[in-house]
């Protein structure tokens, strides 16, 4: 199946919307600091393309979000106990895989704030309605490289509880915990070096501290980034 046609089904899948506006009144309220804190966490840890997306659904119905060590059980976590959402995905998975597994545990609460049974399936159709419906904007060749994006497109027409019990999902995205996990710290690039972080390009200018200020080729605009993270270095 080309790309073009498995667009079309998605599209003609996600046509029909479901009413993803809460219910209820979002039941936390967050402070600015906590706002920043969100916003730095996920521009750490989702495709650069997806921060403002993944934050503006977190806005939309806040819950305390932990980054948990890795389990071999499961990529993430949603609870809500005592009037508070959590939720909680692992540090160790890659840009792609911790975005699926935010937006699917985000499709949980999702569900459980518009049910309209008693008792819902963890995984029925609510939540996976809404999981299509949460994923259908960052479905995209902004967000995944095509590799993933074919895959996932087909596993979202009917996603099972876990995104790697689709084999060709997790496969693909198996390939970029490898790859980042083998990229070198950015602390041992030399100085005007480039190298690539998160999908994007860089030029290492110099350290700062605990940070290294780099330059990201198209816009020139500069960033520093933590010495410790894992980059990829680009030939000259
Ligand atoms: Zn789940």
Not at 58 to 69: A, D, G, L
Request: some cysteine.
């Amino acid at each position: 199946m080309s790309l073009s046609q498995l667009f079309k089904i998605v599209k003609k899948n996600f046509q029909e919307p479901t009413p993803v506006a809460p219910s209820t009144a979002p039941v936390q309220t967050y402070t600015p600091e906590v706002a920043k804190k969100m916003q730095e966490l996920l521009g750490k840890h989702v495709p650069a393309h997806a921060v403002e997306y993944c934050f503006e659904l977190w806005k939309e119905q806040p819950f305390s979000f932990k980054i948990s060590r890795s389990r071999s059980s499961c990529f993430g976590n949603y609870t809500f106990r005592d009037g508070q959402h959590k939720i909680t995905v692992n540090n160790d998975l890659s840009t792609y895989a911790f975005v699926i597994t935010y937006v699917h545990e985000i499709a949980h609460q999702r569900a459980w704030l518009n049910k309209s049974r008693r008792k819902i399936e963890p995984h029925g159709k609510e939540w996976k309605k809404n999981f299509q419906v949460l994923m259908s904007p960052i479905l995209n060749l902004n967000v995944f490289p095509e590799t993933v994006l074919v895959p996932l497109t087909q596993y979202m027409a009917n996603p099972a509880a876990s995104s790697v019990s689709y084999a060709p999902l997790a496969k693909a995205l198996q390939g970029f915990e490898i790859f980042e996990q083998n990229g070198v710290l950015l602390a041992d690039v030399a100085d005007n070096q480039w190298f690539t972080f998160r999908n994007t390009v860089f030029q290492r200018l110099e350290k700062r501290r605990t940070r290294i200020l780099c330059m990201e080729r198209t816009s020139k605009r500069r960033y520093t980034i933590l010495a410790t993270a894992r980059v990829n270095l680009l030939e000259a």
